[in-house]
């Protein structure tokens, strides 16, 4: 991999078998014990390479449904890859609603750990530790289980993690959906700031203004394909022609 290459994929691919169960009830059951409901093979990722630079900002952009979620997770090594290779060089660190957060425990527990996973040190975790509870404005819930927490407040104790630990990968689903109107336009000014600067990030976003803004190049994808990997300007330009 060449130096400045972060993330090489070739031909990667991901297939979930999910059945179609339309035998949910008692009745359907016993009177289909010889006719199990039916498989369906979902294609969420269709076999695609790409390769991503180091403090590159990548959006990604497609549908409800066209895989964008399944491709960060494959990504950010959360699901495993049915075929091809990936290969990473560095940290990486996926957020989205919660992923990587574990509901059991505290705010103060998870911050720990994360930091923990993201190759920190105890104490240089204890050295950004308020920074993060304050960023993430959760200091009243600090050692309150997140099972508790609205999904706004879990986003934005992972963003606040992301922001004050960083890892060299960041892969943010959707965060400006979540959280309320202050704390977007906080995590806005975080990205007007110097943090994106040493970072590379993959942007998930349905808002085509904050792609333009921040990504210099995009992915488009459509039915679990990378139908366009290339100009950010383009990669908008293909997705709106296509739903027109
Ligand atoms: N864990 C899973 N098990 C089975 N099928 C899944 C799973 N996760 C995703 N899928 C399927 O894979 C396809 C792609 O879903 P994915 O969530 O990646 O899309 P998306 O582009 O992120 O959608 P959205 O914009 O709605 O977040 C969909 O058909 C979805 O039903």
Not at 128 to 152: C, P, Q, W, Y
Not at 179 to 184: A, E, H, I, L, Y
Not at 185 to 193: D, G, I, N, P, S
Request: charged share 25%; hydrophobic share 40%; net charge positive.
């Amino acid at each position: 991999m060449s130096n400045n290459i972060i993330l090489s994929a070739k031909n990667i691919s991901k297939t979930f078998v999910i059945s179609e169960d339309s035998h949910n009830t008692v009745k359907h059951r016993l009177f289909n014990l010889f006719n199990p409901p039916r498989r369906k093979r979902v294609e969420a990722i269709k076999p695609m390479s790409l390769e991503i630079q180091k403090g590159e900002s990548i959006g990604l952009i497609g549908r409800n449904g066209s895989g964008k979620s399944t491709l960060v997770k494959v990504l950010a090594g959360v699901y495993p890859v049915d075929t091809g290779q990936l290969k990473i060089n560095g940290s990486t660190m996926l957020m989205n609603l919660g992923v990587g957060m574990s509901h059991e425990l505290t705010a103060r527990e998870n911050v720990y750990i994360s930091g923990s996973v993201l190759g920190l040190k105890i104490k240089q975790i204890d050295a950004i530790f308020d920074e993060i509870i304050d960023f993430a404005e959760l200091r009243e819930f600090v050692d309150t289980k997140i099972k508790f927490f609205s999904s706004g407040m879990v986003a934005r104790l992972g963003f606040s993690i992301a922001v004050k630990a960083g890892a060299d990968i960041m892969f943010l689903d959707e965060i400006f959906a979540v959280g309320d109107m202050k704390f977007q336009e906080k995590a806005v000014k975080v990205f007007e700031t110097s943090w994106i600067a040493g970072k590379t990030v993959i942007l998930v976003s349905h808002t085509m203004e904050t792609v333009r803004k921040y990504c210099n190049r995009t992915m488009y994808m459509r039915h679990g394909e990378l139908v366009y990997f290339g100009d950010t300007a383009k990669a908008i330009e293909l997705y709106e022609a296509d739903n027109h």
